[in-house]
């Protein structure tokens, strides 16, 4: 009953008038924008609030309503190749780019990438069931832990470490959120940097009470 009350208290604290009129204002310009050349004719979104809607669900979101309809609803055999992880997004660009496979790996050299690999990654390597089985592992066993930890570090005391984590927490939201799941390996190595760091410490401060 009381987290109900709370959490009612928040969202009355974020729905004020101010909030509000950004909103529209945001609203407005992009819309206004989109009024005078709209990108997403082609895709169907034909007038500016279709386009912004579009824009914020439809364009976010393609590689992964493109992977449901490849592997969920037209059955396409899955990879089964669980490293593809470390360079998801590479390899959905490559899977749905039409054009010259040439030219998108030049462009991906140089740093191009579309958006938002992760979850599709996973219903390219497995089926929808073994999906969902593998996010729940992700989610428990590697993002859950590391961001809590990156999240108590920022709290603590040590301001070095704390912007270190801060810079971290940032670098592990992209790694999930674009498929770059190798990306991972500096954050996982700086925990057990900082796990073993604090464990000496509380050895230190133990012994000398003793």
Request: hydrophobic share 50%; proline share 3%.
């Amino acid at each position: 009953m009381r987290l109900g009350s709370n959490t009612q208290i928040r969202i009355r604290r974020f729905l004020t008038v101010r909030t509000a009129l950004i909103f529209l204002a945001l609203f407005s310009i992009v819309y206004y924008k989109y009024s005078l050349h709209n990108p997403f004719v082609r895709a169907g979104a034909e007038t500016p609030f279709e386009a912004i809607i579009y824009r914020a669900f439809g364009l976010q979101a393609h590689i992964f309503w493109g992977c449901v309809e490849n592997y969920v609803t037209h059955g396409m055999e899955n990879t089964w190749r669980v490293w593809e992880l470390n360079q998801g997004m590479h390899h959905l660009m490559r899977h749905f780019y039409p054009g010259d496979i040439e030219q998108l790996n030049r462009s991906i050299s140089i740093g191009f990438s579309f958006t938002n690999a992760y979850p599709a990654i996973l219903l390219r390597i497995f089926p929808v069931y073994l999906s969902y089985f593998a996010h729940a592992v992700l989610m428990i066993f590697v993002l859950g832990p590391l961001l809590w930890m990156f999240k108590k570090i920022i709290t603590g005391k040590n301001v070095v470490f704390a912007v270190i984590s801060f810079q971290l927490f940032n670098w592990v939201v992209y790694a999930f959120k674009m498929g770059y799941f190798y990306k991972l390996q500096i954050p996982v190595i700086f925990v057990l940097f900082y796990t073993f760091f604090a464990f000496m410490v509380y050895q230190s401060r133990r012994s000398s009470l003793t």
